[in-house]
């Protein structure tokens, strides 16, 4: 194997589809994944998104987790920020009480959703300034001691839930060789800083109780398919979806209309999301992810799977898994 392979699932609701529908996708993703070999299946935190169901994620986390036996079952991540760390500290707690050894913790300081969403969240803008000790917080509830006098976390004391710190910049990066945590990057779809990101993280990583020498896990997109004229319809099928959801709220755009946002100056950061993206059949894909790898110094890639329907993302698990042999 090329790098160990995982999976960020983002419980993707395809057109037609139910919540309902896309949680019962993520469970076949899940136990495909599991069966192929991949190590871990990560959700997401995002909110007012008319196109993911990974809200409430510690919920997805634990009804996926019922229905797999092995793989690991995580968050990738959840939003710090948004949350209490010592109700995290129970949620995944609970977690790794029910599901022993499975359970990972990914966590970042972005709030996962837009100003006004932040609004209704109650999320104040200076809570991210606190992300730092947060993290620290929660390591401590998960641990022996907590760093909270008279306050411990039940359950979650002492299940030392794998921590891992997520980000799209320096400043994660740094952060997570200061705590001597594993480091994932998300440049699946925010790819501009990947080479200085990591570059700090294992210049400066300090080893931990957790961790003893650094670990990147480095993200990217996978579109692969039979064909490469599939894949490539399929990359177009994402990124005119993601213009709609990001750009479109609620506008009913067309595909053409799409289309020709994503063509335009305004759409190219939509675009430029899925500069990392490995499009094409098993030859092509295997290509990629080898330079991929070694390109993001990875210890591990995460890849998502975006392309609609749910045959063809278990398809590319298929291929990607394949490639990665």
């Known amino acids: 194997m090329i790098v160990p392979l995982s999976i960020l699932d983002l419980a993707i609701i395809s057109a037609g589809q139910s919540p309902r529908e896309a949680f019962a996708g993520s469970v076949a993703l899940a136990q495909r994944a599991e069966v192929l070999g991949y190590r871990r299946v990560w959700y997401a935190e995002h909110h007012n998104m008319p196109i993911i169901a990974s809200s409430a994620t510690s919920v ?75 993290v620290l917080d929660l390591q401590g509830y998960l641990g022996d001691e907590s760093r909270v006098a008279g306050v411990e976390a039940t359950p979650g004391k002492g299940t030392r839930v794998p921590l891992y710190i997520l980000g799209s910049s320096l400043f994660g990066a740094k952060l997570a060789a200061r705590l001597g945590m594993p480091y994932a990057f998300a440049s699946h779809f925010a790819p501009a800083a990947l080479e200085g990101a990591v570059a700090v993280y294992r210049r400066e990583f300090r080893p931990s109780r957790q961790l003893a020498a650094p670990h990147v896990i480095a993200g990217l997109n996978v579109l692969a ?21 990001l750009l479109g709220r609620g506008a ?42 070694r390109f993001a110094s990875a210890d591990e890639l995460i890849a998502v799977h975006p392309a609609p329907p749910l045959e063809a993302r278990l398809r590319s698990l298929e291929i990607l898994a394949s490639a990665a042999a």
């Open 60 to 134: 997805l986390i634990a009804h996926v987790a019922a229905h797999t036996r092995s793989i690991r079952v995580g968050a990738g991540g959840i939003m710090l920020p948004n949350h209490a760390p010592l109700v995290i500290a129970e949620q995944f707690g609970a977690l790794a009480c029910l599901y022993p050894d499975r359970i990972d913790l990914g966590v970042g300081r972005a709030p996962g959703t837009d100003p006004v969403t932040a609004r209704a969240l109650r999320l104040h803008p200076s809570s991210v300034d606190s992300f730092p000790s947060d």
């Open 252 to 293: 009913g755009w067309s595909d053409e209309e799409a289309q020709a946002v994503l063509d335009s100056p305004a759409g190219q950061n939509v675009k430029a999301m899925t500069t990392y993206s490995a499009v094409g059949t098993e030859t092509e894909v295997r290509a990629y992810i080898t330079e991929f790898a």
């Open 225 to 245: 398919a039979d064909s490469i004229a599939e894949a490539e319809e399929q990359l177009a099928t994402v990124q005119r979806a993601r213009v709609k959801a």
